[in-house]
């Protein structure tokens, strides 16, 4: 996988060469660049339109509790294409509790919309701006986080906590 | 006294008249949340073709069916609508857990998913397998069909015939725990008094 260079060289010329740092994953080979929580979306921005990646393929977080070596509780990876070269950026930031909040990218991919509702459903990470920030895949009732690390793999007992309907009910 | 009957004239108890009736026409409805929908479709396609025990109207709204087949996992988020589905349908009514998740939750121990359905709402045959063969699903509703012509009654006499044994029996195990003697003073009551 790579990325054309003059896309860090523009990067660099906007945003210093200070502010954010490049990566390779060994395993995949994705491009990463590791920016600020707070400028996340001025990177974002910049990289939609300045640097044509057009296409936001997909936004996910990972917990870091309980991994080897890790700083961070929190990061939050965002998956851009450039449609007309193919190239595959990914941006991520790291968020530590308790400011678990970020500008959300809604205003320049409207498709970010449940992708933020699932990670806000999933991790608790919260997305300033969001038109409408509600779960997406458990119950509105539901209480807790359940990617997130400390949360138990069975749950709270959520699974079971229902009236039992009886035969003669019916 | 000994009675003629004509050619083609039966007698029988309307109640297994209706229980007879009721078990060759059986409308299942398809609540198939999973892959083993898929095995509950072949079932009833061509080749396996459950209509040969008169089950191949799915129909896919409750109102009109009588027999639900929860082919799949079921997540609390599913649970309140298997249940409310289930309100809907008319009695009588009997339901078949297909597949191990369905009746046990399966590999899916996990926070959103109901470890068996039977839990919530009753539950007359269970499946065993993952998927189960179209084969074991027809067995299912073959051994239904011997359920519901047992004990089935015209106007659903069997509930209030259950509920009063319910009720005889919970005076029963009432009568039992008057009946045994009182434990003596406990220690520690004793052991205050020193
Ligand atoms: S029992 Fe197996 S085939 Fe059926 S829903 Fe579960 S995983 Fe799928």
Not at chain 1, 29 to 47: H, Q, S
Not at chain 1, 59 to 87: H, P, Q
Not at chain 2, 19 to 46: D, H, Q, Y
Request: proline letters at 7%; a positive charge.
């Amino acid at each position: 996988m790579q990325v054309a260079p003059q896309v860090f060289e523009k990067l660099a010329s906007r945003f210093g060469a200070q502010d954010w740092s490049k990566s390779e994953s060994p395993k995949s080979g994705n491009i990463r660049v590791i920016v600020p929580a707070a400028k996340v979306f001025d990177y974002l921005k910049f990289l939609k339109e300045e640097c044509g990646f057009d296409f936001l393929a997909d936004i996910t977080a990972i917990d870091y509790l309980y991994y080897r070596g890790a700083r961070d509780r929190f990061g939050l990876v965002y998956t851009l294409v450039n449609l007309a070269n193919n190239d595959r950026l990914v941006v991520k930031c790291f968020l530590n509790e308790p400011d678990l909040t970020v500008p959300s990218a809604w205003p320049l991919w409207k498709g970010s919309n449940w992708m933020e509702r699932e990670v806000f459903d999933m991790f608790g990470i919260r997305f300033d701006g969001h038109p409408d920030l509600r779960r997406i895949l458990c119950p509105q009732e539901f209480v807790g986080n359940p990617l997130r690390k400390d949360y138990p793999l069975r749950g709270r007992g959520e699974r079971h906590n229902f009236q039992r309907l009886e035969r003669q009910q019916g | 006294m000994e009675l003629e009957l004509p050619e083609n004239v039966f007698l029988s108890q309307i109640d297994k008249l209706a229980s007879w009736v009721r078990k060759n026409s059986l409308w299942p409805m398809p609540f198939a949340t999973a892959c083993c929908g898929i095995e509950l479709m072949a079932t009833g396609a061509s080749k396996h073709d459950i209509a040969r025990f008169g089950a191949e109207v799915f129909r896919f709204t409750p109102r009109q069916c009588d027999l639900m087949i929860v082919a799949g996992r079921v997540t609390m988020k599913m649970l309140p609508v298997l249940q409310r589905i289930w309100q809907q349908m008319p009695e009588p009514k009997w339901c078949i857990s297909m597949g191990a998740c369905a009746s046990t939750g399966g590999v899916f121990d996990t926070y959103s998913v109901v470890q068996g359905i039977d839990r919530f709402i009753p539950v007359d045959m269970y499946v065993p397998g993952c998927p189960p063969r179209p084969e074991q699903l027809i067995q299912a509703v073959m051994d239904l069909q011997i359920k519901i012509q047992k004990e089935g009654t015209l106007f659903g006499s069997e509930f209030e015939k259950k509920a009063r044994q319910e009720s005889k029996r919970a005076l029963l195990q009432l009568e039992t725990v008057t009946q045994t003697p009182r434990p003596a003073a406990l220690p520690i009551v004793t052991n205050t008094t020193v």
